[in-house]
């Protein structure tokens, strides 16, 4: 929004499971952290409707590419932590390659606009 | 109108709840992401009140988000290009708990055969079944909570070793007549198993007033579906009976003996299965039904007290009485619980709040004539564990009943929140565990199992 766009619908829903396996990669995490993370890397363009995440994270949790615990913080807030298993570690190293595969085939395709 | 801004999650809280099926951990979870957001905004200069709107706004409707927590999936937005199969896994998700909820009645049906291994046959070893009956139709219960919450295994092993340890020590036991300390055990064994269960259905957040209020609004509805189902199961087995013995078929005893008491065991887990699937929304027929009788109870409590003055008999006269009068005041109880289950705690105090405080006074005046009657029976006729088990009782119920009226003067007064005193009463109801297990654990010992 701070360039006037943002991404398209498509788009986040495509990128949302690459985006989340790769936070947690970088450690254990909760949902509202994730999701201030995703805004912040992507100077807010990337609108996430924050309730959504909870599904995406539930559905990697049942497919074994999570785990997840809960914890009081140290403010007393319980929180759920989420973290990457193995499983997803493969599943990220997996869907990164295909994302650059994307996004090197447009940028030899070039073009105009 | 100031903003207050509990009262307002509670409110999107019970919509979340009432309105979806979403599970306790889910709301909660979306609850902790909501109030991090508030802060978070907040500590950006917006009024809470602001704030609170804006983290709403983007949490999403409530009901896509139930949506989809419900499907998991199917919604295109979300559906993953790259993983298909997962579209799925709510459909699977709902398949596997209703095979889950089945093998546990299954278990049931045969943890209630369990005592055959010892040489106990029913129904001559009535009694055997009969203390044991909470371990057969609890134990599924709190094996599917913990299969439907994800909860760690240490919770299935700390509630397990304590039901165990129940189960244990109950069959060791040894038994002489006239069985009063076992008939105690039996009607109070299933109060602290089903306590124990509760832990199961809270999970982490077990000691929270909330979690708490949601379980007994649980119990209330499990304990509706299994009567529904109990009646419906009745009527199928008088039909069975009755059309196989036109034909000259005698199966009363098969049915008796063996499809009643497995019905029995099984009923609650099913029970648990429909409530938190919330099938056909009769989520909060507890609630309506507690309204419906709680002026029913006014009046019936009411007769009784002009039938005492009248006559001047005193309940204490015979123990049944004594009895009835406990089962009174514990349905008062658990009319006052279910109103309180069923009531925005933000609402101002209202005349059903009078009316409540009314059937309470008049429940607290039975009791103390109740206790009286039972202190004249104690000086009268020496300590049994009868007696001594219906006093104990008494107590229990008095300090609650008293609580719970102080709490609601206070509340009609203006000088306290609803909310207090439905932390007050949360926290008062493992004292109702821990007094069950004394009766059905130390009541024996201290009386010679007799």
Redesign the interface.
Known sequence: MSDGFSISKDLVAASATPIVLAILSRGESYGYEIMRTVREASDDRMNWTDGMLYPVLHRLEAAGSLTSRWRTADTGRRRKYYRITDTGRAQLHELRQQWEVVHEAMLRIGGDG | MTFDIESEIRKWRDLLRTGTSLGA??I???E??L???VD?LSERGISREEAFLV?IR???ATDT?AD??AK??TE????????PA?SD?GRI?DRRELVVALALAVLAVVLGRLPLVFGSQFPDDAAVYFSNLPFFAFVPVGGYLWWKRSL?TRYLWTTGSVVALFAVLINVYPDHPPHDTRTLTGIHLPIAIWLTVGVLYA???WRRQDHRLDFVRFSGEVFIYSVLIALGGGVLMALAIEMFGTGGLEIEEFVTEWVLPSGMWATPVVAAYLVERKMGRIESIAPVLARMFSPLFLLLLLSLLVAILVTGNLPGDNREALISFDILLAIVLGLVLYTMAARDSADPPGWWDGLMLALLAAALVVDVIALAGILDRLTTFGVSPNKTAALGENLVLLINLSLLAWGYGRFLARKQSYRTLVAVQMRYLPVYALWAAFVALVFPLIFGFR
């Not at chain 2, 295109?76 to 993983?83: G, I, N, S």
């Open positions: 951990g889910d909660e979870e979306l902790s992401h109030r991090d957001s978070d983290s983007r949490l999403g988000l989809e927590f998991l999936s295109r937005v979300w559906r993953q290009l790259l993983v997962e896994a998700r760690p999970g982490p957040g």
